[in-house]
Structure formats: structure tokens, C-alpha cells
């Protein structure tokens, strides 16, 4: 429908569909203007007819004879801008593969050099080995030459002198074994001398130091056993017998470090531990009489920074 003045009226509005007679400029349904409709549709149909040239103008041409080639002025900005990320992008590549490399050497330059110190340090220890061997290899000599002269000379003193030895061994052993039990020794002492410093050293230092937040409560708990027990059995003495012991396992451990976090505001690193059963006996007089009263308590010891301390949240107190 074309109108006197050249303007192209379309067959129905864009906006509401309302059929249009030839020449007119404004909708009588929805009043929208006709003019502005068709200028915004001449202008997509222009847009589009020039994205459809550009996306051809980037289809690649056909490889063409060297005399057919155009210019390098004139091949496609599109295409020149791809050739030099192209080359950017290997040089990024070269690049990261040089320092790929060099990483690769300097790491193997520190495991050769790792490797010569390990191999210095062994051969350190395999010197220093010989050394003590030897060194045992002659006392050995020297004792067995003077076992068999003390064997021919006095051979009753020989077997004394070496039941002896052996017997001091087994000692050293046995009571080495059992320093976990030291702590619980400590504080059965400092209550049967109402010593509460010495009772407060089986305790962890976490937690008994001056600037620990539980020191106040733990030293006052201290003070508090030592007055019940006077009070309750007048002058008296505790023994005491470790009947089984049994070792925690790492479920426990973690259940006691955590109620240290919890309670004491303390963070403490146990290794390990034991539950020691015992006979707990307090022995007191009553008008002369030899009482005493006996109950089988569970005390927990834990190892923590290299000593075996007594575990107060845990054990029977």
C-alpha cells in the first residue's frame, strides 16, 4: 500500500494487528505510529543483511596459485587478528615449556645435591657404626678373656657376679617400662603429706601453669581433697595397688584431648595413655583401732610433651 508522499503503508499494525488502510500514520486501535514501525523494521533487515555479508567475507578462500594470491594489504583484518594470537599464543606455549624445563632441571639439580647429602650422612653413621662396633667387638673380647679367668680362678663367684648383673637388668627394664605409673605415685604422696604443689606436679603443666585459665579451678580442687580426706578420716594414710593396666586407644585419646579443649581452654597433644585399675586403700584409726576403707578406683594416665602426667578430668578423684 504505497501512499501519495512514497511512504509504504503495511497491511496491519505491528503492534495490535489492526488492519491498515493505504496512507495511514497512526493506528485508530492502539494509536501506535505506523512510521516509526516500518523505519525499525527497515533498520533490522538492514542489520541483518549486513551480518550476513560479514560472515561470509570470514569464509575462507580456496589455496590459489602464488600468482593468484592478493597482497598481504589485503587479506581480511579478521583473519590477521587470528594469525597474530596464533603466533602469540605459541609464544606463550615456548614459553611456558622453557620454564616447564627449567623447573624440571633445578628439581633434579636439588634431589642429585639431596642425594649427595644423604649419601654423605649414611656414610657418616656407617663410620661412626664401625667405630662402635669395634669398640664392642674389643670390650667383648676383653670380657669373655676376663669371664674365663674369674671362671677358673673362683667359678662360684663368677655365677654370683653374673646373677647379679642380670638381675639389676631386669630391674632397670621393668622400672622403666612402668613411668607411667609415676605420676599417680605423686599425687597418693603429696595427699598423704597434704603437699599440694607435689600433687599439682602429676597434672599437666597446661593446665596448672599460672597463666592457664583452669590453674585456679584445678589448684583449688587439690586443696578441696586434701581438707575432705582430714575431715573425713582424721589422720590417715593412703596405699595403694595397680591391679590391671589397660592402654587407650586413639577413640579415647581423642576424647580426652578434646575435653581439655573444651574444659581447660587447653590444647594438649597426647601420644599416649593408660587406664590403671587399682585398690585404693586410706588407712585410719578410730579410738585406737586400726580401721580402713577400700575401694577400687580407675586413674587415667596420658603422655604428652615426653612425661606421663595424671589425668584429673578423667580419673576417680
Not at 589455496?63 to 596464533?86: G, M
Not at 653374673?162 to 605409673?181: D, H, Q
Not at 594414710?237 to 581439655?260: M, P, W
Amino acid at each position: 500500500m504505497a501512499s501519495e508522499t512514497g511512504f509504504t503503508t503495511p497491511e496491519y499494525c505491528l503492534k495490535c494487528g489492526e488492519p491498515l488502510a493505504a496512507g495511514t500514520r497512526i493506528c485508530p486501535k492502539c494509536g501506535a505510529s505506523i512510521i516509526n514501525q516500518v523505519y525499525r523494521k527497515n533498520i533490522a533487515r538492514t542489520q541483518e543483511e549486513d551480518s550476513v555479508k560479514e560472515d561470509a567475507a570470514l569464509v575462507e578462500e580456496p589455496e590459489k596459485s602464488p600468482e593468484e594470491k592478493p597482497a598481504a594489504a589485503k587479506i581480511p583484518r579478521v583473519k590477521r587478528e587470528r594469525s597474530s594470537a596464533a603466533r602469540r599464543e605459541k609464544a606463550v606455549s615456548e614459553e611456558e615449556e622453557k620454564a616447564a624445563r627449567k623447573t624440571a632441571e633445578e628439581r633434579k639439580a636439588a634431589r642429585k645435591a639431596a642425594g649427595e647429602k644423604a649419601g654423605n650422612a649414611a656414610g657418616k653413621v656407617l663410620s661412626a657404626l664401625k667405630v662402635i662396633g669395634g669398640a664392642i667387638a674389643a670390650g667383648a673380647v676383653a670380657f669373655f678373656g676376663f669371664a674365663k679367668k674369674m671362671w677358673k680362678k673362683n667359678p662360684k663367684f663368677f655365677i654370683g657376679t653374673c646373677a647379679a648383673i642380670f638381675i639389676l637388668i631386669v630391674i632397670l627394664v621393668l622400672s622403666g617400662n612402668k613411668t607411667y605409673r609415676k605420676p599417680l605415685a605423686s599425687y597418693v604422696k603429696g595427699l598423704n603429706d597434704q603437699n599440694a604443689e607435689l600433687m599439682l606436679s602429676a597434672f599437666p603443666s597446661q593446665i596448672t601453669d599460672e597463666g592457664s585459665s583452669y590453674a585456679e579451678t584445678i589448684s583449688g580442687a587439690v586443696q578441696t581433697s586434701i581438707e575432705n580426706l582430714e575431715n573425713t578420716y582424721g589422720s590417715c594414710k593412703i596405699t595403694y595397688e595397680v591391679t590391671n593396666t589397660v592402654r587407650l586407644g586413639d577413640a579415647e585419646i581423642a576424647e580426652i584431648e578434646q575435653r581439655y579443649s573444651q574444659k581447660c581452654n587447653a590444647e594438649i597433644n597426647i601420644i599416649a595413655g593408660y587406664d590403671l585399675k587399682t585398690e585404693y586403700t586410706v588407712n585410719y584409726k578410730v579410738n585406737g583401732e586400726d580401721k580402713s576403707d577400700t575401694r577400687t578406683l580407675h586413674f587415667i594416665v596420658v603422655k604428652t610433651g615426653g612425661k606421663w602426667y595424671l589425668d584429673p578430668l578423667t580419673s576417680d578423684m
